[in-house]
């Protein structure tokens, strides 16, 4: 059993002689103590380190290392480990030296009573538990003190915290408290200005708060009073109430016609919510809307007075002979006119299917400027002129720089028929492609000028015009079907002249009118109008114009079966240019040629019945080009 175990007490003694270690042991030994001896001082310190004692008894005079030095050696430990130095008693001054280098007490030699060294070394173990004791008290104390001091810092922090929390929320309670204030103060003031009225009611028909304006109308005070009876005088809740949506959460809207006053309102009733969110009452805010109601009866009456001039006026110019500058009145022209005015009230899109010169573009204008568009733009194209590399720069416009030549921007036709109508003459020779973008661009898709990143939106209305079977096209593939089905919305089909030879003199009067003449009005022979009427016109109106307004200027005419009289004003030079075309010699080259080209163009087409793909042919011309040849000479 170690002495730690034991419970003894461990005393080393150092000193030289051997005598005083042995009796001195001895006697601690009987005492209850354990006892360590060395001879000498480091001897001493050797065994001070192996086994710590608990009391050291040190002699001061020893060979080697005297006991002063092991005291210095021992200086650091003395707090713990008592020494009692053993010294001789002529040489007391060894004794205060050691006293002052921290031993705790001193016993003189020789040891006459071993009581007395016993009681001293009992009460250097009982100072050192002491000392032990004290340090640890010493120890917890301040173990005490720096936890509460850290649980004050950590409380006065929150405190601070807490404190500064109820700072900001005090400002904010007080800023709200303000505001509400103001803001209730604004609101009485709105309900007491408030033209219409307000009130609230409870699940039981109770009225809780009725306005001022309210009040002076039914002229009570009659908040608490049960509202249908007071406010409306019904015994019954008022039958367009919806008391019951609004106590289940729900806001109404209502007009209504209250018989009492002979008046029309418009009511909101809507539920405030309690604290828990059930609905605790009613509110409603009630306008009269009597002088509205009449406006708008007005307006639907002007309206409709309106529509209804809008719709006389139209037909007013359609006479029995013709719609403003369209000349005809047999019956298809007359389905035709019925058509024109309906494509004119609508926005659909519009296919007008006929043969060349039948009168496509003016029936497209006249249904444009009927139209709501009328006031902006009517746009032409030609698609069967415009070549494939250009079709989709002139159709959507290019930004400048987007190729060789775009020195600027430019527009497209989108962009110049946008809120207007586009006029998409010869529909039939628009390209696949293009017509794929053009239905992305009026389905509402948008479309991209060329060299542009920004896709741009086209209000567009197109009247398309064709001479083709559309149909047919699609189902030889080539139109595509859902643009068909696109412009096909309203289609209207213009008779071809052969089929109404009964406008003949009409139009044949019309042209002679219509050309720029002096005092008196050229006269076209009967017998040249009934002629007229046996000619077929493959090139239908247009090519009867021609032939009237070169009958007159040029006293010629080019049917071959047409008798010769004399009321006839055709002289000899005129049939010479029959055969030649007559050209004044005082132009320049370019009209010349240009009014050969005309006249010459003229000729094939009357020879070959408008067909324009065989001209095309005798020319050595494409058809687009000649298409456009047509359009700049106005054949
Ligand atoms: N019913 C008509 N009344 C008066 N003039 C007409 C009539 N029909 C056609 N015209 C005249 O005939 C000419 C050709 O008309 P328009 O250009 O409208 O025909 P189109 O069918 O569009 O021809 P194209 O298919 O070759 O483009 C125009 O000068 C036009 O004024």
Redesign the pocket.
């Known amino acids: 059993m170690t002495v730690e175990q034991s419970g003894k007490r461990r005393v080393l003694i150092i000193d030289d002689e051997d005598i005083i270690r042995d009796s001195v042991s001895t006697y601690l030994e009987d005492s209850g103590f354990t006892v360590d001896q060395a001879g000498d001082g480091e001897e001493g310190l050797a065994r001070f380190d192996a086994h710590p004692p608990d009391v050291v008894l040190l002699d001061l005079r020893m060979p080697r290392m005297d006991g002063l030095e092991v005291l210095e050696a021992i200086a650091g430990q003395l707090d713990r480990v008592p020494v009692i130095v053993v010294t001789g008693a002529g040489v007391l001054q060894d004794a205060v030296a050691a006293l002052r280098l921290g031993a705790f007490d001193y016993v003189t030699k020789p040891i006459v009573d071993m009581a007395v060294l016993e009681h001293a070394v009992n009460r250097a173990l009982e100072h050192t538990r002491l000392l032990e004791e004290n340090r640890r008290h010493q120890a917890h104390l301040e173990d005490e003190i720096r936890s509460r001091t850290q649980d004050l810092h950590a409380r006065t922090e929150e405190l601070l915290a807490a404190n500064a929390e109820l700072k900001k929320e005090m400002a904010i309670r007080e800023k709200t408290a303000a505001a509400l204030k103001q803001s209730e103060a604004r609101l009485t003031e709105i309900v007491s200005i408030f033209e219409g009225f307000i009130y609230t009611c409870d699940a039981g028909f109770r009225l809780d708060f009725v306005n001022r304006k309210l009040a002076d109308h039914v002229g009570a005070d009659v908040a608490g009073r049960i509202c249908h009876l007071a406010l409306y005088g019904l015994a019954e809740p008022c039958p367009w109430c919806r008391h019951s949506d609004v106590f289940v959460g729900q806001t109404a809207h209502t007009e209504f016609y209250n018989e009492k006053d002979g008046r029309w309102y418009d009511a909101v009733q809507a539920p405030v919510f309690g604290g828990e969110g059930q609905v605790r009452n009613l509110q409603a805010v009630v306008l009269d809307i009597t002088d509205r109601k009449a406006t708008e009866d007005w307006l639907r009456q002007r309206e409709a007075q309106l529509a209804e001039k809008a719709r006389r006026l139209k037909s007013n110019m359609r006479t029995a002979s013709?719609f403003g500058?369209?000349?005809?009145k047999s019956r298809p022209?007359q389905t035709v006119y019925e058509n024109i005015l309906k494509a004119a009230e609508s926005n659909a899109h519009v296919i007008?299917y006929?043969?060349?010169?039948?009168?496509?573009?003016?029936?497209?204008k006249t249904i444009h400027d009927l139209s709501d568009r009328g006031s902006r733009d009517f746009v032409t194209v030609?698609c069967g002129a415009i070549p494939d590399n250009l079709i989709e720069s002139e159709f959507f416009g290019y930004r400048k720089g987007a190729f060789t030549g775009a020195d600027q921007d430019k527009s497209g036709y989108l962009e110049a028929a946008d809120g207007g109508t586009l006029f998409m003459?010869?529909v039939g020779e628009l390209n696949l492609s293009m017509q794929v973008k053009l239905l992305r661009a009026i389905e509402g898709g948008g479309y991209t000028p060329i060299g542009s990143s920004s896709v741009r939106q086209a209000d567009i209305r197109i009247v398309a015009?064709t001479?083709r079977n559309l149909r047919s096209s699609v189902a030889s593939g080539r139109f595509r079907r859902d643009f068909y089905y696109r412009i096909h919305v309203l289609p209207i089909h213009?008779p071809p002249l052969r089929s109404r030879k009964a406008?003949i003199p009409l139009?044949v009067n019309?042209?002679v009118s219509d050309f720029p003449h002096g005092d008196r009005l050229p006269v076209i022979p009967q017998r040249i109008i009934a002629a007229m009427q046996r000619y077929d016109w493959p090139g239908?109106?247009?090519e009867?114009?021609n032939t009237v307004h070169r009958y007159i200027t040029l006293g010629e005419i080019d049917f071959l079966d047409l008798p010769q009289t004399s009321d006839d004003n055709i002289d000899e030079a005129a049939t010479e240019s029959a055969r030649l075309p007559s050209i004044p010699c005082n132009q320049p080259l370019s009209d010349a040629i240009s009014a050969f080209e005309k006249d010459y163009i003229a000729r094939l087409l009357k020879e070959n019945q408008w067909h324009r793909s065989r001209v095309a042919e005798l020319l050595g011309i494409d058809r687009r080009t000649l298409f456009r040849k047509?359009?700049t000479h106005?054949l």
């Not at 500058?325 to 005809?328: D, E, M, R, V």
């Not at 006929?354 to 497209?364: H, L, N, P, Q, Y």
């Open positions: 013709r500058n369209i000349i005809g022209m007008i006929g043969e060349s010169g039948t009168g496509k573009e003016m029936v497209a030609h003459d010869e015009a001479h213009l406008d139009l019309h042209f239908n109106v247009r009867l114009q047509i359009k106005g």
